[in-house]
């Protein structure tokens, strides 16, 4: 078992980290303040290719392995989860579920320009009463013949506002419950479709979060993926991808909130000496350092699994409920390693905080994935 990352994989790692630091931390916290969407600073991640990070290169994707994405994941979290999160929904539950499943005049229309970053796109399974459960869809699809006719409300929409083509998961049959359920490609500029006001949210402000509006929306046949009723799998397996996106978006979060105060540790001087001197502290640090470490290797192997072909359904849930306790946990400690400091936006720790909890609740809640992972213990 090689612990080591290639060379490939420094590079690439690298070549995320000095744009992190070069491109998103500059201007981060009026981002943050003015909830404001890094529109250029997409385009710029797109000219990297992390629009498309695991995308085969024929549907202008980088084709790169998913320890790729989570090492890239993981270096834009340090400075800025609302960037990061609208790669990994593009690539995660965008790009994948269309290049899993999709047609080939699917990838052709729409998936090579979500890969090449040309369009954005969203995935639409919350709802105001059944929030990331797929079984319980409000949202109708009736079938026309040729045609679908969508009706509904999807809430808390990751690129809501900015997205250009939608994933929109529905309930066409409801007497066959979760058989029933299909997903459809919705484009923005199709009639009856309608973006409400933007959520003011606590944490990842740069993203754009919104409330769908869904009113007889006409979709052509052809735009939905997959059989009739395959919805309900598709949303299951694309989510398990979806976890290992968040679960590296979580580490990322740790991890830069534990390298700021590592710093600050060795800068603040109290009672005659760096702080990182005292015991209390050093020891604090320590305790960050092998609680990041053991979220790291939970997330690399996610990732390993899904490389190897192997089910991750389980492995990505374990990761993401770990990782998302430690950016928890972590960013607190690094707030209070700061002192009053650690109260000041300047800082950078409160906001990795407060963008610390959207991980423990989006792609699943921690009680969800608790879900999946007791399912799969109880199995054996």
């Given at each position: 078992?090689?612990?080591?990352?290639?060379?490939?994989?420094?590079?690439?790692?690298?070549?995320?980290?000095?744009?992190?630091?070069?491109?998103?931390?500059?201007?981060?916290?009026?981002?943050?303040?003015?909830?404001?969407?890094?529109?250029?600073?997409?385009?710029?991640?797109?000219?990297?290719?992390?629009?498309?990070?695991?995308?085969?290169?024929?549907?202008?994707?980088?084709?790169?392995?998913?320890?790729?994405?989570?090492?890239?994941?993981?270096?834009?979290?340090?400075?800025?989860?609302?960037?990061?999160?609208?790669?990994?929904?593009?690539?995660?539950?965008?790009?994948?579920?269309?290049?899993?499943?999709?047609?080939?005049?699917?990838?052709?229309?729409?998936?090579?320009?979500?890969?090449?970053?040309?369009?954005?796109?969203?995935?639409?399974?919350?709802?105001?009463?059944?929030?990331?459960?797929?079984?319980?869809?409000?949202?109708?699809?009736?079938?026309?013949?040729?045609?679908?006719?969508?009706?509904?409300?999807?809430?808390?929409?990751?690129?809501?506002?900015?997205?250009?083509?939608?994933?929109?998961?529905?309930?066409?049959?409801?007497?066959?419950?979760?058989?029933?359920?299909?997903?459809?490609?919705?484009?923005?500029?199709?009639?009856?479709?309608?973006?409400?006001?933007?959520?003011?949210?606590?944490?990842?402000?740069?993203?754009?979060?919104h409330t769908l509006q869904f009113n007889d929306v006409k979709v052509p046949k052809e735009n939905r993926i997959g059989e009739d009723g395959f919805g309900f799998k598709f949303a299951m397996k694309t989510l398990s991808g979806g976890r290992i996106g968040i679960a590296a978006q979580a580490l990322g979060i740790a991890s830069g909130a534990y390298e700021l105060a590592l710093k600050y540790s060795k800068e603040r001087k109290a009672f005659g000496t760096e702080i990182c001197n005292h015991q209390a502290i050093a020891f604090k640090l320590a305790d960050m350092h092998t609680e990041i470490e053991a979220a790291r290797l939970l997330v690399m192997k996610s990732a390993f699994d899904k490389d190897q072909g192997e089910n991750y359904d389980t492995s990505s849930a374990i990761a993401k409920l770990y990782a998302s306790k430690v950016a928890m946990e972590q960013t607190v400690e690094a707030v209070q390693i700061h002192g009053g400091n650690g109260f000041v936006k300047e800082y950078h720790v409160e906001r990795l905080m407060r963008d610390a909890k959207i991980t423990q609740i989006y792609e699943g809640t921690s009680e969800i994935q608790k879900i999946v992972i007791s399912r799969s213990v109880l199995r054996n």
């Open positions: 078992m090689n612990f080591n990352l290639t060379e490939e994989h420094k590079m690439i790692r690298d070549a995320a980290r000095d744009f992190a630091k070069t491109e998103l931390l500059p201007g981060v916290i009026e981002r943050d303040n003015q909830q404001q969407f890094p529109k250029e600073l997409v385009k710029k991640m797109a000219d990297l290719g992390f629009m498309g990070i695991m995308v085969d290169p024929k549907y202008g994707g980088s084709g790169m392995d998913t320890i790729s994405y989570v090492l890239i994941m993981e270096e834009l979290s340090k400075i800025d989860a609302s960037a990061s999160v609208i790669v990994s929904v593009n690539n995660s539950l965008v790009c994948y579920g269309l290049e899993a499943f999709g047609t080939e005049e699917q990838k052709q229309k729409y998936l090579t320009k979500l890969a090449s970053g040309e369009k954005i796109g969203a995935f639409c399974l919350s709802e105001p009463e059944a929030g990331s459960d797929a079984t319980s869809q409000k949202t109708t699809a009736e079938d026309k013949g040729d045609h679908y006719i969508i009706n509904g409300t999807k809430n808390w929409i990751t690129n809501g506002g900015r997205a250009d083509f939608y994933l929109v998961v529905a309930q066409t049959h409801k007497e066959k419950g979760h058989k029933g359920i299909n997903v459809f490609i919705v484009e923005k500029d199709m009639e009856g479709f309608h973006v409400g006001p933007k959520e003011d949210k606590l944490g990842i402000r740069g993203s754009d979060t």
